[in-house]
């Protein structure tokens, strides 16, 4: 069963563009998180979309958003860069369900974005 | 606001040692605690995950404990091998919703030397 991929793996930017990050979740996985991880903040959850919907929301400004394919593919957008968003992007896939004990996250190996 | 730490931020010890890796969390409202390993350049592995009732897990030569009351966990690491060299993320996710949305530590970067 092939893992979580995220492409590009090396993205890099000047500020004021934007970049539009992908994430391929493991098979029959309906619920994708996207998390941001920098040397000063460390990892912070940014959003979770499942079926097609944003379903859960940290606290990072509009200009980061996302959407969901129905094939449960990803992407994640960030408008107008700025050097403080250089960082690794991780992505992870699971169920989605809401059971108890909750399902596993999978993590992808991330896109590292560089912002110059 | 959960927040959660990380003590040492690095450790350096030679192989065959045993070690412990602390995380500490501020709201003791948790639902599950996990612990990660992430290899430079990859993304996280988890490596144990401890339910808000339970007080231990283990797999090989790894020990995992919660201590819900005192916000503590801790991360044994028995006989250690120059492979367990890796970043060590601590991550809780507190009651209701999904399995997203968990608050990682900052990390303790460990080198098992030879």
Not at chain 1, 13 to 31: A, D
Not at chain 1, 43 to 69: H, V
Not at chain 2, 84 to 113: E, M, N, P
């Amino acid at each position: 069963k092939a893992g979580v991929t995220q492409t590009p793996r090396y993205l890099i930017k000047t500020r004021g563009q934007q970049v539009t990050l992908s994430c391929s979740p493991i098979s029959g996985h309906r619920s994708v998180s996207w998390y941001q991880q920098t040397p000063g903040q460390g990892l912070q959850f940014l959003f979770e979309y499942f079926s097609e919907t944003q379903r859960n929301k940290g606290n990072f400004p509009g200009r980061f958003s996302g959407r969901q394919f129905s094939n449960s593919r990803s992407e994640m957008n960030v408008s107008t860069l700025e050097l403080g968003d250089s960082a690794l992007y991780l992505c992870a896939s699971s169920l989605g369900l809401r059971t108890d004990p909750p399902d596993t996250q999978y993590f992808g190996p991330g896109t590292r974005l560089t912002v110059l | 606001k959960q927040e959660v730490t990380q003590i040492p931020a690095a450790l350096s010890v030679p192989e065959g040692e045993n070690l412990v890796l602390n995380c500490s969390f501020t709201d003791s409202a948790i639902y599950n605690l996990q612990w990660f390993r992430q290899d430079p350049g990859k993304g996280l592995t988890s490596l144990l995950l401890i339910q808000s009732s339970q007080r231990e897990q283990t797999s090989g030569r790894l020990n995992a404990s919660l201590d819900k009351s005192s916000g503590r966990s801790t991360l044994y690491i028995a006989a250690s091998q120059p492979g367990d060299s890796a970043t060590y993320l601590c991550a809780v996710k507190l009651w209701g919703g999904t399995a997203s949305k968990l608050t990682f530590g900052t990390g303790t970067r460990l080198q098992v030397t030879l």
